[in-house]
């Protein structure tokens, strides 16, 4: 296994936690609940929970479908009071620099592929099917992220692996764990592990 360090936004605030998972398709759905329940539970507001879950099963599903073999990846997660920063890790084949390159360019030549709306409000609309239908079968991933969240960041080495770096604002709820504790707190949960 290999160490990775990772330098969140809030380097001195908040609750840092990672979940390890098999990389096999069934695992998402696990991921999702798992990662859902305890952002609810310190606190974070309805919206913000389901942006950062559609976000972060996209990038499980890229992981489980593009990564080759091995057994696992991993969702770092750190969340402080006003942000979250989730970030996807496998140790798989990675990707070819000049195919990332291609896939950046691509996203950036296509404004169709950046969503106006928050996927929240597109949840509550009415979708007609033959919107759906004239969707691209893939390749939607990084649009949806972005649409999501706030920052996407995507590295990735040949024979290393990849991360998928997520950011986003949130509000906490009133009765938030999170929004309690003062720093004293903060900094003893952090010296607990």
Known sequence: MRTRVWQPQEPDSGVRFCLVFP??????PSTRRVLGDT????????ESVADLLL?????CTNVVSHSGP???Y???VQVGRTRCQLEVLDNGQGVDPARLREIRRSYRRRPDLRPVARPVALMRRRV???DVADLPESGRGMAIMR???DEVSLRSSRGVGT?????KRIELRDDAPLATLDERDLQELKAAG
């Open 70 to 72: 091995g057994p696992k």
């Open 128 to 130: 007609r099917p033959a």
């Open 147 to 149: 649409a999501c969240v």
């Open 39 to 46: 952002l609810s539970r310190f606190g974070l507001d309805e």
């Open 163 to 167: 991360a998928v770096r997520l950011g």
């Open 55 to 59: 976000a972060v099963t996209e990038a």
């Open 23 to 28: 990389r096999e398709a069934l695992s998402i």
């Open 74 to 76: 991993e969702v770092i």
